[in-house]
């Protein structure tokens, strides 16, 4: 039994080192939520949508690591991240009805976390991402109807490469989780709608 799992971690010690010494650059997308119902009002709103990325380290999303967990070379992305939220944002925002580009009703959105982890095993290992942000709406006037920090979280289990190929769909999940977290919040919806009535009234 011994002999086994040594052979295990032998494998996947291998496995999860190859090429671990060699940057990688990966593309990230972003899957919009399927069948989201309109929020009744929506469509009068005006929403400026902004984001700005406060990470520590904006050079990568994670690490490649060996077997035995130490971080190797970096993983990064092709795209700009804050691009990725913005536009994840507008997207999920328009599907509910709200006329999204420019207006009197300010989404803020700032990028806490946006990183990936591998956990080792004895026979596969997991990739872990994660996503933090901070949504805030303000209204016309300035003041601040909604301040929240959001997370979301996504696995790919099973790996045997703790790669790039494998962040991907882990953060790819991370981020559609955060989108439909802040989404289904009440308080987000109602800091937009009021937002929005303040800003009809002043008209």
């Known amino acids: 039994m011994r002999t086994a799992v040594r052979y295990g971690m032998v494998l996947l010690a291998l496995g999860l080192g190859g090429c671990a010494f060699t940057p990688e650059k990966i593309d990230i997308a972003y899957a919009p939520t399927v069948g989201a119902s309109a929020v009744p009002g929506a469509d009068k709103i005006k929403l400026d949508v902004s984001v700005n990325d406060v990470r520590t380290n904006k050079d990568r999303i994670g690490s490649k690591s060996n077997g035995y967990g130490a971080e190797l070379a970096p993983i990064s992305t092709n795209q700009d991240i804050v691009v ?66 959001i997370t979301g979280q996504g696995t790919e289990e099973h790996i045997q490469v703790a790669a790039g190929r494998n962040a991907k769909p882990a953060l790819e999940k991370a981020l559609h989780d955060a989108m439909v977290s802040l989404m289904a919040r009440q308080d987000f919806q109602q800091a937009l709608l009021r937002a929005g009535a303040t800003a009809t009234a002043s008209r």
């Open 84 to 149: 990725l939220v913005h536009d994840a944002l507008q997207n999920e925002l328009a599907m509910r009805g709200y006329q999204v580009g420019s207006g009197d009703v300010h989404v803020i959105c700032s990028i806490f976390d946006f990183a990936n982890k591998f956990r080792t095993g004895f026979w596969s290992g997991t990739a872990e991402g994660s996503v933090r942000l901070q949504v805030k709406v303000r209204n016309e006037a300035g003041n601040t109807l909604f301040d929240e920090i």
